[in-house]
């Protein structure tokens, strides 16, 4: 069980959206995160400083949270090793593969009632619920 | 002045992601979770931001030409092919396994726990492995 949280979902959701508009409005890009940390992987496409700085921020934020709330960020992560190694490579692949994550297609592309978008959400949405089902209630 | 702006808009959305509780990959297999011990709070963070980001793009769009760049670097690809959805589909599963999407994963990894730290590099490999494969 994790608790319901719709307040701070909400809130949280609306930090990501104000990131979103502000990279949109200030360096003509979708935030994907996807696309940013591929970016950084060779073959390279040019773009590699920014999209890095962009990472480091993601990686400092828990540890601003953690200053600025006194509280430490709690989470529960799978550490079986032959399910994350899997997971990992499935992410990567298919994010690449389907140009986009829950970012760039689930965030940004439905922000741009992009076709595209909205076909790759609800196709990711439907295999992880069915992963999840399978895992949980079948195995 | 672009590495500073993307230093803090990649902190903005990583606090966003903390804040929201989408950092801690058992709130995402919670949410996945329909059936069972079902955690809806994912739908307010990807409402709250896909609302605020149709707003603000519908203002910044309009604009001829972003602050910091020549123009605006949007999408090119067209039409829902069959690469689009078996992406979408691999990612779909691995998300379902492990919990992370790339974001999060990348907002947890200094928090070390042993779990990110097997996720994230396996991430890396497989994008590697997609690039490397389409690439022409």
């Given at each position: 069980?994790?608790?319901?949280?719709?307040?701070?979902?909400?809130?949280?959701?609306?930090?990501?959206?104000?990131?979103?508009?502000?990279?949109?409005?200030?360096?003509?890009?979708?935030?994907?995160?996807?696309?940013?940390?591929?970016?950084?992987?060779?073959?390279?496409?040019?773009?590699?400083?920014?999209?890095?700085?962009?990472?480091?921020?993601?990686?400092?934020?828990?540890?601003?949270?953690?200053?600025?709330?006194?509280?430490?960020?709690?989470?529960?992560?799978?550490?079986?090793?032959?399910?994350?190694?899997?997971?990992?490579?499935?992410?990567?692949?298919g994010?690449?593969?389907?140009?986009?994550?829950?970012?760039?297609?689930?965030?940004c592309?439905?922000?741009?009632?992009?076709?595209?978008?909205?076909?790759?959400?609800?196709?990711?949405?439907?295999t992880?619920?069915?992963?999840?089902f399978?895992?949980?209630?079948?195995? | 002045?672009?590495?500073?702006?993307?230093?803090?808009?990649?902190?903005?959305?990583?606090?966003?992601?903390?804040?929201?509780?989408?950092?801690?990959?058992?709130?995402?297999?919670?949410?996945?979770?329909?059936?069972?011990?079902?955690?809806?709070?994912?739908?307010?963070?990807?409402?709250?931001?896909?609302?605020?980001?149709?707003?603000?793009?519908?203002?910044?769009?309009?604009?001829?030409?972003?602050?910091?760049?020549?123009?605006?670097?949007?999408?090119?690809?067209?039409?829902?092919?069959?690469?689009?959805?078996?992406?979408a589909?691999?990612?779909?599963?691995?998300?379902?396994?492990?919990?992370?999407?790339?974001?999060p994963?990348?907002?947890?990894?200094?928090?070390?726990?042993?779990?990110?730290?097997?996720?994230?590099?396996a991430?890396?490999?497989?994008m590697?492995?997609?690039?490397?494969?389409?690439?022409?």
């Amino acid at each position: 069980m994790t608790e319901f949280t719709p307040v701070a979902s909400l809130l949280g959701g609306i930090l990501i959206g104000i990131s979103a508009v502000l990279l949109m409005a200030l360096e003509g890009r979708i935030a994907g995160i996807s696309g940013i940390v591929s970016r950084l992987l060779p073959p390279y496409s040019g773009g590699v400083p920014p999209r890095l700085a962009f990472v480091t921020g993601l990686v400092a934020a828990p540890f601003v949270v953690m200053l600025g709330s006194g509280t430490p960020v709690l989470q529960t992560v799978s550490s079986n090793v032959a399910v994350m190694l899997a997971a990992g490579l499935l992410v990567g692949f298919g994010s690449v593969l389907g140009s986009g994550c829950t970012s760039g297609h689930g965030v940004c592309g439905l922000a741009r009632l992009s076709g595209r978008s909205l076909a790759a959400t609800a196709t990711f949405m439907a295999t992880a619920i069915a992963t999840v089902f399978l895992i949980r209630h079948m195995l | 002045m672009s590495l500073v702006v993307n230093l803090l808009l990649g902190l903005l959305f990583g606090i966003g992601l903390v804040v929201s509780g989408m950092a801690d990959p058992a709130k995402i297999l919670n949410f996945l979770d329909v059936a069972g011990t079902w955690d809806p709070s994912l739908l307010f963070v990807m409402g709250g931001a896909a609302v605020t980001t149709s707003i603000g793009y519908w203002f910044v769009l309009r604009r001829p030409r972003p602050v910091l760049s020549n123009k605006f670097h949007l999408p090119v690809r067209r039409g829902i092919d069959g690469r689009l959805l078996a992406g979408a589909a691999l990612f779909g599963i691995g998300w379902g396994l492990g919990g992370f999407c790339p974001g999060p994963a990348l907002t947890a990894l200094g928090l070390g726990e042993a779990g990110t730290l097997l996720f994230v590099p396996a991430m890396g490999a497989g994008m590697l492995v997609a690039k490397l494969a389409t690439a022409r």
